[in-house]
Structures are given as structure tokens and as C-alpha cells.
């Protein structure tokens, strides 16, 4: 789901107001393809001028390519994406709201501005959190913070792979959003658990997302370091997605899947950490494990190391 970053009152606004309304009618459909098997329909509201349908269709070929990166094929073999004008201009926001719908198939709803440029769609994270969400076979509901901290985290790291953002806006980005979500955390603090299921009515969605998103850097870190590089999440969620990438599982059905799957025993212990949890968990010492100090707010990268080789690949998307 789109998130507003620091207001979550308004995005309960917009959830209430349910203001975009999508139609496969008066769309102009593209099919596109990931050359392994993967077929994606786009459907571009023709109510954009002709130059902007050509844009829109441009980006979204460039978002679901930064998505095939992950696995080197679409999580799903046939997806649709729609995309229809935001029906207010309001704000400078190219992509003011977009949704996931686990319907048959798997459908990819942007609305976007009407004169949203090319450059600001590239930029734009939401279109890379919301195809994120694609790599786990999530059933839609239940433990919300791992379904958004997984967009989260990749959001930024399919970003960097796709050579919008440096590594080291990158590693910024993730600091940053681990700072929003201790921010957002209520006194006396909630267990994760309770703050998620609540998190439309309550909105502590930076604690929420980003707990989550520590979640997988704790997992992607921990993967790296004790196989020396061999192992991963990418490949992890690789072995989930070829298994069961058609069922709808729940988050618990996932961990679980995944420990299996992978022959760990990571996803379980992780779920049963974080979900009692009343803070985002300390993410330092994940940072100096490889090769990230924090000076003033601003990451350092350190240029050689274990550390600093193995969290190189996490930007690039390789195993060494
Ligand atoms: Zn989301």
C-alpha cells in the first residue's frame, strides 16, 4: 500500500475517502514481457494526452524491469498494472496514491498526476514499494508490517539496482526511515503486533513499516555473513517464490516456508522477535557488521572490509 511519510492521518483520509477509482475502459493496453515466461498487461488511461500515456508506459516498463532484477524474472507469470490520472493535481506528488489487489490475476493500481514528468516518476519510490510487494505470495491481510517492511527495504535497494540512487543514498534512505520509526513510537510503548493490526486506526505507520524493513536487513545481513556471501534474500524469497508464487499464504505460512525452504532457522526466530517488540530494534551494530557508520546523521561506507564487500552486494544484486 502507498504511504503518506509523515502523516498518517492524511493517508487514513484518503483511505476513508476511497478517491480513485480505476477502469480497465477506456484504457490503452500494452502487454509486456520479462523474456522468461512472465506476461504483464498495462493499462493506461487514455483520459493522459498522448505524450504522457507514451511516459507512463516508459516508467512502468522501467519499474517492472527494476523488479525482474530481483529474481531475473517477474514474481508473477501474468500481472496487470493500471495507471489513471490522480483526480486531484493537489500537492507535488507525481504518484499520489497506488494499491496492490491479490485478485486473479495480481493487480498494480498508480494514479498519477496528469503532468508528472518522466524524471519524477523515475524518482518517485512508491512505484518501486508497490511492485515489491509482489515478491512474497502474501494473501493481502494479517502482520501488515512484514508485507510493508518488505516493500520498504526493497523499494531502496531496487532502486539502487536500477541505478536511480547511489549506494550511499541508499544505506541514507534505510537510516532515515529506522529514525521515523523510532520516532513514531507510542509511550507506554505496543508490541509490533498490536501497533500493526491497529496501524489504520492508531497510524503508527513509520513504526510499523520500518520495523519491518528492519526485519529484512536482518535477515539479508544475517543470510550474507554466515555463508560468506553465497546466501541471501534475494535468493531466500526466490526459493519462496518458485515453490508457492501462485498461493496466497499468510505471513506466519511464509516465515515458516521460508526457514524450510532455505534450511535456516532465521524467518521464524526474526517473526517471534519482532512482533513482541515496543521500538524499531537497534540497527547499529547491523550497520557496522557491514562497513556503515553514522556521523551526524549522515552514513559512511566504508570502501574495504568483509563487511564493506558484502553490503557492496547488496547494492548490486549479485552473490560473490
Ligand atoms: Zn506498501
Known amino acids: 500500500m502507498r504511504r503518506v511519510r509523515r502523516s498518517g492521518v492524511l493517508l487514513l483520509a484518503l483511505c476513508l475517502l476511497q ?13 509486456l514481457f520479462d523474456g522468461q515466461g512472465g506476461r504483464l498487461e498495462v493499462l493506461i488511461s487514455a483520459e493522459f494526452q498522448p505524450q504522457m500515456q507514451a511516459n ?4 512502468v516498463e522501467f519499474i517492472a524491469s527494476a523488479l525482474k532484477q530481483v529474481y531475473g524474472h517477474w514474481p508473477l507469470r501474468k500481472w496487470q498494472v493500471v495507471v489513471a490520472p490522480a483526480s486531484s493535481a493537489g500537492g507535488s506528488d507525481p504518484i499520489p496514491w497506488a494499491e496492490v489487489f491479490r485478485e486473479q490475476p495480481t493487480r498494480v493500481e498508480f494514479f498519477t498526476t496528469a503532468r508528472a514528468t518522466p524524471e519524477q516518476l523515475h524518482q518517485a519510490w512508491t ?102 556471501g553465497q546466501r541471501n534474500l534475494d535468493l531466500a524469497l526466490a526459493a519462496l517464490n518458485s515453490c508457492c508464487g501462485n498461493q496466497s499464504l499468510s505471513v506466519p505460512e511464509i516465515v515458516s516456508r521460508l526457514d524450510q525452504l532455505n534450511r535456516v532457522v532465521l524467518f ?44 557492496q552486494q547488496i547494492a548490486i544484486g549479485k552473490t560473490l
Not at 507512463?56 to 516508467?59: D, H, T
Not at 512484514?146 to 550511499?168: H, K
Open 127 to 228: 512505484g518501486y514499494h508497490e511492485l515489491a510487494h509482489l515478491l512474497i505470495p502474501y494473501r493481502g491481510w494479517g502482520d501488515a508490517w512484514f508485507a510493508e517492511g518488505l516493500a520498504s527495504y526493497y523499494q531502496n535497494i531496487m532502486q539502487a539496482r536500477a541505478g536511480v540512487i547511489s549506494e550511499q543514498q541508499m544505506w541514507q534512505k534505510l537510516y532515515e526511515g529506522f529514525q521515523r520509526g523510532l520516532q513514531d513510537t507510542d509511550s507506554p510503548a505496543i508490541p509490533l503486533a498490536r501497533a500493526s493490526d491497529k496501524m489504520r486506526q492508531e497510524g503508527r505507520f513509520m513504526r510499523v513499516y520500518w520495523s519491518g524493513a528492519w526485519y529484512f536487513l536482518a535477515a539479508d545481513t544475517r543470510l550474507r555473513l554466515q555463508s560468506g
Open 19 to 31: 478517491p480513485f477509482t480505476a477502469s480497465a475502459a477506456d484504457s490503452v493496453e500494452t502487454t
Open 56 to 59: 507512463l508506459l516508459v516508467w
Open 268 to 311: 521464524g526466530i526474526l517473526y517471534d522477535e519482532l512482533t513482541v517488540s515496543t521500538r524499531v530494534p537497534p540497527f547499529e551494530s547491523i550497520f557496522a557488521s557491514l562497513g556503515i557508520d553514522v556521523v551526524d546523521g549522515q552514513v559512511r561506507l566504508q570502501e574495504d572490509g568483509p563487511g564493506a564487500r558484502l553490503r
